[in-house]
């Protein structure tokens, strides 16, 4: 027997890397992926996951047609005309009766890994003029976003470690070896850090655990969890006490440097140093080498971001590379500029002068229970379930619920659970999977297999150690009775809008015009756009604006696609604070810092629990395909030696976790990969819920970690989430 069979190029969707990847397809059937070699930008790499990628594909509990909830309360297949009619008739009516506030809406990470989810919610959100926003920011980066907001002006405007180029790097709470990298989209990270240190670049990691990437470092600091932004307040305030920093050229970009050193004072090395768990003399050492290195990187993530001080942390990062001269420095942190950005102001003649800008703005509102001041438009996703369970005007009554599964990855799930299942009056769920989350909607929407979609990585190219631009058709033609979720988006926009009917590509001409006038373009331009969809004309016309010049036929033609070259400095072009300058020393950070102050007499929990991340794993979706389960990627409770010990616990027992939002039972895994003080369980896992349909995730469900928490503690200037360095306790499982 022959097997015709083909191959194909797609971009990798699984994670932030984007590498690029050669699909095996027999009929219609992906059968195989291998990493493309010929990729200008990942080169043949491929992790584990993308290797998965026909499995996770061909998943058979992937929903095939819409479901919509009968009278009898039972979720049943339906048409999609069925399922937007029903939409149609019930969201408007909603805003109508209580006004726009009364429709949520919750966008979760693939949204950053599909076009649709890129393209579209904007606009739904446009449509809504709801305030009641939640996304997977406020469980992840919004710190970053906050702190790039008040110092550049430009909330999206985060530098990425120049990776390839740089003598050192300090890495804080990531672990690229397991996550791949994120807000540093690099294919094959680890590569490049073992290539960092082949020439002769030195790696330092900050981490409570000995993780894979630490084991890789010439320095590991086990830090006590949540004392980052004290060990970073104390390296900036050594590079000011020893007169180590040098901005350099970027001096004249600087506004506050002269206020910076006064609202750092008493961070000192030895002051820091217990709190930290760090030696004065390693926090000083740290500090002199960044100065020393000819160029160097400070970059942060999860551990950095998810913790109390984590828009300090964050700023404190971009800090540290300033001092050192290294931001907007080959070989430091840079601002990569993507094929679709907005196109870099026209220079003038002379030197740049500042350009003041418009800034960023935060707390322009709050929200309605606890009076959480926005954050970029969005409110607290750990405020989610309050903000439907607690009577009174404004309370919302329907959820728009797209690529995201809360219940698992927020605070206190079970109370976001009982919300939606009893609280709210319609929800809408656009997900491939019945799962914690989605089981509760009135109407699932469910998005093709990724072989069925095109992929641009819209958001991701904008975060890339190197300027670069690859786009991928759909690697298989849509199978019968599915619609792409760029339609899926475009028509759930039409239904919340009142101009439910209209055709899909309505939304796209609405949304290429209001482009084209934005960018003072000629109106003509509308109609030389090419592609065969809205998505892709679209896609055209933002190649077109961007600054290379670019167009979709271009793209097209390089399926392996276009390198843009290595980042280069161009702060100029991002600044576009009120002053026209780094704000380094801005208000509300300035607000924040007593509160670090204090947490220098505050005395350490005993306890405190961190999570982590597997490479074959990816937040709560993927633990329905068998070949990515299993293994080391497990529900376990990582526990140092010395505190089982003292705490009675044995190696594979239960043990109990508690803390302010409940308590879950996982099995100990003693270790001594994490310090001791420290626990360590993975989120994304407690597929113990009824009514999903995962049949391999709810097989080994784990426990979710979220319900250890009560959704109270956040980062006050961001509204993230604390999900790492909080206390527990932990005894023997009765
Ligand atoms: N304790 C703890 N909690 C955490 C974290 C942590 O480190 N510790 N990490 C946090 C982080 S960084 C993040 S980003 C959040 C993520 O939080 P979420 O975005 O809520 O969670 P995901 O597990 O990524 O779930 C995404 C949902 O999208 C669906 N999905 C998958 N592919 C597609 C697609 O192509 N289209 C559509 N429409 N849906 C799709 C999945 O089935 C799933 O229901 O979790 C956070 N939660
Ligand atoms: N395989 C896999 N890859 C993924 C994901 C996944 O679930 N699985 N998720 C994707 C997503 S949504 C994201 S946002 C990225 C995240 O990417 P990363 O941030 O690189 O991933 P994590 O593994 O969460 O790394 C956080 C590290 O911080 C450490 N840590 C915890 N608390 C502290 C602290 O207080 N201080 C310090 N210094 N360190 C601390 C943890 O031990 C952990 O090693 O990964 C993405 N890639
Ligand atoms: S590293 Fe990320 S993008 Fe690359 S193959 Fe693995 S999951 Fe896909
Ligand atoms: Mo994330």
């Known amino acids: 027997m022959?097997?015709?069979?083909?191959?194909?190029p797609r971009i990798c969707p699984l994670c932030e890397a984007t590498c690029g990847l050669t699909l095996t397809i027999e009929g219609t059937t992906v059968t195989g992926a291998r990493g493309d070699r010929d990729d200008v930008f990942s080169r043949g790499f491929i992790c584990p996951k993308g290797a998965s990628f026909g499995a996770l594909d061909a998943d058979p509990d992937r929903l095939r047609a819409p479901l919509v909830r009968g009278d009898d309360g039972e979720l049943r297949e339906a048409s999609?005309?069925?399922?937007?009619?029903?939409?149609?008739?019930r969201v408007p009516a909603l805003t109508k009766a209580h006004g726009p506030n009364a429709v949520g809406v919750v966008l979760g990470n693939p949204n950053v890994h599909t076009m649709a989810g890129s393209l579209y919610p904007p606009l739904l959100l446009k449509a809504l003029r709801t305030r009641n926003l939640f996304t997977a920011s406020t469980l992840d980066q919004m710190p970053k976003h906050v702190s790039s907001g008040l110092l550049f002006g430009d909330a999206h405007a985060i530098p990425v470690p120049d990776l390839d180029r740089t003598d050192h790097l300090l890495l804080i709470g990531a672990n690229p070896l397991e996550s791949n990298g994120s807000l540093c989209t690099a294919p094959d990270f680890p590569?490049?850090?073992?290539?960092?240190r082949r020439r002769g670049g030195a790696l330092t990691v900050i981490d409570p655990r000995r993780t894979r990437t630490a084991r890789l470092a010439d320095r590991h600091i086990a830090i006590r969890p949540g004392a980052d932004a004290l060990l970073l307040a104390a390296l900036a305030h050594t590079l000011l006490d020893e007169k180590l920093a040098d901005p350099g050229p970027l001096a004249e970009h600087l506004d506050g440097m002269d206020r910076l050193a006064a609202a750092l004072a008493g961070f000192t090395p030895d002051a820091v140093a217990a709190a930290c768990d760090v030696d004065a003399d390693t926090i000083t050492a740290v500090a002199r080498e960044l100065a020393a290195a000819p160029t160097a990187a400070v970059y942060g993530r999860i551990g950095s971001c998810t913790v109390e001080h984590g828009t300090l942390a964050s700023w404190l990062i971009d800090v540290l590379n300033i001092l050192t001269g290294n931001l907007d420095r080959p070989g430091g942190a840079l601002f990569p500029l993507s094929a679709t950005a907005r196109a870099p102001r026209p220079a003038g003649p002379g030197p740049r002068a500042a350009v003041p800008g418009k800034g960023f703005a935060l707390g322009r509102w709050a929200s309605r229970v606890s009076g959480h001041p926005e954050a970029k438009g969005e409110l607290p996703v750990a405020a989610l379930a309050e903000e439907i369970d607690t009577p009174g005007d404004g309370r919302i009554r329907a959820l728009l619920v797209l690529a995201a599964n809360p219940v698992l990855s927020a605070p206190d799930g079970d109370r976001l659970d009982a919300a939606l299942a009893g609280g709210l009056d319609f929800m809408v769920s656009v997900d491939p999977y019945l799962n914690e989350t989605s089981r509760h909607a009135d109407v699932v929407l469910p998005p093709p297999p990724p072989s069925q979609s095109a992929h641009f990585d819209f958001a991701f190219n904008g975060f890339a150690v190197r300027n670069q631009?690859?786009?991928?058709?759909a690697a298989v033609p849509l199978e019968e009775g599915r619609m792409d979720e760029s339609e899926i988006h475009a028509r759930l926009v039409l239904a919340v809008s009142g101009m439910h009917g209209a055709p899909p590509s309505a939304v796209d001409d609405l949304a290429i015009d209001a482009a084209i006038a934005g960018a003072g373009a000629p109106k003509e331009l509308a109609g030389r756009l090419t592609g065969a969809d809205g998505p892709e004309r679209r896609l055209d016309l933002m190649l077109r604006l961007g600054p290379y010049g670019l167009t979709l036929e271009r793209l097209l033609a390089h399926p392996h696609g276009i390198d843009l070259g290595p980042l280069e400095p161009r702060l100029a072009d991002v600044l576009r604070t009120r002053s026209g300058r780094v704000e380094l020393l801005p208000e509300p950070i300035a607000a924040d810092l007593p509160r670090l102050r204090r947490a220098l007499g505050d005395r350490p929990a005993p306890l405190v629990l961190v999570g982590r991340r597997h490479l074959r794993s990816n937040n709560s979706?993927?633990?329905?395909?068998?070949?990515?389960?299993?293994?080391?990627n497990v529900c376990t409770l990582q526990i140092h030696p010395d505190d089982a010990a003292r705490l009675g616990?044995?190696?594979?027992a239960l043990a109990r976790i508690e803390s302010s939002g409940g308590g879950v039972e996982a099995p100990a895994e003693i270790t001594d990969a994490v310090r001791p003080g420290v626990v360590s369980l993975p989120h994304g896992w407690g597929h113990d819920r009824p009514g999903t349909r995962m049949s391999v995730a709810s097989a080994s469900p784990g426990v979710n970690v979220n319900q250890l928490l009560d959704g109270a503690l956040l980062d006050p200037l961001s509204g993230t989430a604390v999900l790492n360095a909080f206390a527990v306790s932990v005894t023997?499982?009765?």
Do not use: C, Q
């Open 469 to 473: 631009v690859r786009y991928t058709r």
């Open 80 to 89: 999609w005309d069925e399922a937007f009619d029903l939409i149609a008739a």
């Open 621 to 632: 979706w993927m633990h329905n395909v068998g070949a990515l389960t299993g293994g080391s």
């Open 732 to 734: 023997p499982a009765p």
């Open 191 to 196: 590569g490049r850090l073992k290539a960092l």
């Open 2 to 8: 022959s097997h015709v069979s083909r191959t194909a």
């Open 649 to 652: 616990i044995e190696d594979g």
